[in-house]
């Protein structure tokens, strides 16, 4: 069974820091692009940044570029979201996702609440 685990959520003030971790477990996720995506109530869930297998091919959204980093240690089987200088608007529950053709998995979401 394929599960994918988000830990690292919590509260925070703007302008500080949090670290998620996203968990990956029940198969080979070799070949996969594993990606951060939030979702703020009352609105759609959107990408926040993703990462290929390899770590050659990296993208973010505009609104955290600079700010967030997308990182995966292969060994573990986990990705890693590092969200620095952190602002209100980044209060969401934030999702892990594993896609590759044919295959697409999420977790559970984990909460990030940023104060002002």
């Known amino acids: 069974q394929v599960q994918l685990v988000e830990s690292g959520g919590g509260l925070a003030q703007a302008g500080g820091s949090l670290r998620l971790s996203c968990a990956a477990s029940?198969?080979?996720?070799?070949?996969?692009?594993m990606a951060w995506f939030r979702q703020a109530p009352g609105t759609e869930r959107e990408f926040v940044a993703s990462?290929?297998?390899?770590?050659?091919?990296?993208n973010y959204a505009t609104s955290v570029e600079g700010r967030f980093t997308i990182s995966t240690d292969n060994a573990k089987n986990t990705t890693y979201l590092q969200m620095n200088s952190l602002k209100p608007e980044d209060t969401a529950v934030y999702y892990c996702?594993?896609?590759?053709?044919?295959?697409?998995?999420w977790g559970q979401g984990t909460q990030v609440t940023v104060s002002s």
């Open positions: 990462i290929s297998w390899s770590g050659g091919s990296i």
């Open positions: 029940g198969r080979t996720f070799t070949g996969y692009t």
């Open positions: 996702r594993a896609r590759m053709v044919g295959y697409v998995y």
